[in-house]
């Protein structure tokens, strides 16, 4: 009976549940349902015309390619994919780079370009052309030369930046005016990247956080530094010289003041840092905390990762905070202000000799007002000896706080121990950092 009334009538399953339930008043829905399947006629036939016709996807010639960008995640962090596929052939290009702007997008198409072959025997340049979805015009065209105004302007600003080599450029462009070259701001700035100039400021932003990195909780605050190797503390900096800049990453000892590894890269990549990590720990063994910026340098997998493999607590400053972090800040300012700023240095085997130099100065000799204005050397006579002289205000959080005074023991075995030098020879036949007793990584 069921069946029969839906064949004969074609209504659709509630309305047919309604009409026979008069009927059958045990009949429900699922049974209905069930039955219907059962012998094939759950569903109604279609009708023509009722609904539009499913059309197949669209058809696209070979050379349609189709370009995306997509994240990847790395042990160095997140890197930048582009993809470039055709519809078709599905043929696929990809290119991994490390950010994403309109000079990597130009790189990917001029890696498009270059795979057209001018010789090739089977296919027409403006074959393949279209197979990888770019212009004739595009393949054939050449970059102009630079005319000779351009040229001439560029010897001029490159003139000038030597003898000022703190011009930005809106200094830049005021001066090129004074000598009566009518340019603006905007043209000399362009220029002076195109040639690689930059002022000898500070480079900002040197301690960007990455965002996928985990950020360690601060650990100085109100912590009692009595005593050399218990923590340690590292920075990078911005070193310019006289055409260009390089980075400078030190490690320190924050009781003591001693600069214990450094190295000179020119990139801000994570494994200088790592490098000079294991060269201090290598040198001196482990401290007990280790503290630096939310650097992505710092927080990456290497860095904490050879500080987790030592067993060394990890403490980062908090967000803008320069001051947990103030003793190697404060390093930075004399290491400028005594060495790069009055020294024009060309290369960087000689900002790498300079500084080695200095480096070791600042750990023999210089005065240090931690040690009551006497250098490191009198330290450690003073703490061989067992005077030990109060060094200053009680350390905590990285801040001094007046009122809390503190000296050595009469007995001191850490810092004896940690100032002691290698007995050299001769003191005339040894280098100055052999003297020192502090061996410098370069």
């Known amino acids: 009976?069921?069946?029969?009334?839906?064949?004969?009538?074609?209504?659709?399953?509630?309305?047919?549940?309604?009409?026979?339930?008069?009927?059958?008043?045990?009949?429900?829905?699922?049974?209905?349902?069930?039955?219907?399947?059962?012998?094939?006629?759950?569903?109604?036939?279609?009708?023509?015309?009722?609904?539009?016709?499913?059309?197949?996807?669209?058809?696209?010639?070979?050379?349609?390619f189709h370009i995306d960008i997509a994240e990847v995640q790395t042990a160095e962090g997140k890197l930048y994919l582009f993809v470039g596929i055709d519809r078709t052939s599905k043929f696929a290009v990809t290119q991994l780079v490390d950010k994403t702007d309109r000079r990597t997008a130009w790189k990917f198409l001029e890696h498009l370009r270059q795979m057209i072959e001018r010789e090739h025997a089977g296919l027409w340049i403006a074959t393949q052309c279209r197979l990888v979805s770019i212009s004739r015009s595009s393949f054939y065209y050449a970059p102009t030369p630079e005319t000779a105004d351009k040229l001439a302007l560029m010897a001029v600003i490159d003139a000038s930046f030597l003898d000022h080599p703190w011009y930005g450029s809106r200094q830049m462009a005021r001066h090129l005016c004074r000598l009566g070259h009518a340019v603006g701001r905007r043209r000399v700035r362009r220029l002076m990247a195109q040639m690689g100039l930059a002022p000898i400021y500070q480079r900002p932003r040197t301690s960007d956080p990455h965002p996928e990195h985990r950020i360690y909780p601060y650990l100085l605050r109100d912590l009692e530094i009595t005593r050399p190797?218990?923590?340690?503390?590292?920075?990078?900096?911005?070193?310019?010289?006289?055409?260009?800049?390089?980075?400078?990453?030190?490690?320190?000892?924050?009781?003591?003041?001693?600069?214990?590894?450094?190295?000179?890269?020119?990139?801000?990549?994570?494994?200088?840092?790592?490098?000079?990590?294991?060269?201090?720990?290598?040198?001196?063994?482990?401290?007990?905390?280790?503290?630096?910026?939310?650097?992505g340098q710092f927080t990456s997998a290497d860095f904490t990762g050879a500080l987790r493999d030592a067993g060394v607590r990890i403490s980062m400053d908090g967000l803008?905070?320069?001051?947990?972090?103030?003793?190697?800040?404060?390093?930075?300012?004399?290491?400028?202000?005594?060495?790069?700023?009055?020294?024009?240095?060309?290369?960087?085997?000689?900002?790498?000799?300079?500084?080695?130099?200095?480096?070791?100065?600042?750990?023999?000799?210089?005065?240090?007002?931690?040690?009551?204005?006497?250098?490191?050397r009198a330290g450690r006579r003073d703490a061989i000896s067992g005077a030990c002289p109060g060094y200053g205000a009680h350390q905590t959080g990285g801040v001094n706080k007046p009122g809390n005074s503190l000296t050595q023991p009469p007995n001191c075995p850490e810092w004896r121990d940690h100032l002691r030098p290698p007995t050299p020879t001769s003191a005339s036949s040894a280098s100055p950092q052999q003297c020192y007793g502090y061996p410098l990584s370069t």
């Open 320 to 376: 803008g905070r320069w001051m947990d972090n103030v003793f190697i800040e404060r390093l930075w300012r004399s290491l400028k202000y005594e060495c790069v700023y009055l020294n024009a240095f060309e290369t960087g085997s000689e900002l790498r000799a300079g500084l080695g130099r200095w480096i070791g100065y600042y750990n023999g000799q210089r005065p240090h007002s931690r040690f009551a204005g006497r250098g490191i």
């Open 229 to 295: 190797g218990h923590v340690w503390c590292a920075d990078i900096t911005y070193i310019p010289m006289r055409r260009g800049f390089l980075y400078l990453v030190a490690i320190m000892d924050w009781a003591s003041r001693k600069v214990l590894a450094w190295r000179l890269p020119n990139t801000m990549d994570a494994e200088f840092c790592v490098a000079a990590l294991r060269d201090a720990l290598s040198r001196f063994g482990k401290p007990k905390i280790f503290n630096t910026d939310q650097g």
């Open 1 to 64: 009976m069921v069946v029969a009334f839906r064949r004969h009538t074609l209504l659709p399953l509630d309305d047919c549940l309604y009409a026979l339930q008069p009927s059958i008043p045990h009949l429900t829905r699922s049974a209905l349902h069930r039955c219907l399947q059962r012998h094939g006629i759950s569903r109604l036939p279609d009708i023509e015309g009722d609904k539009p016709k499913r059309q197949r996807f669209k058809r696209y010639p070979i050379g349609f």
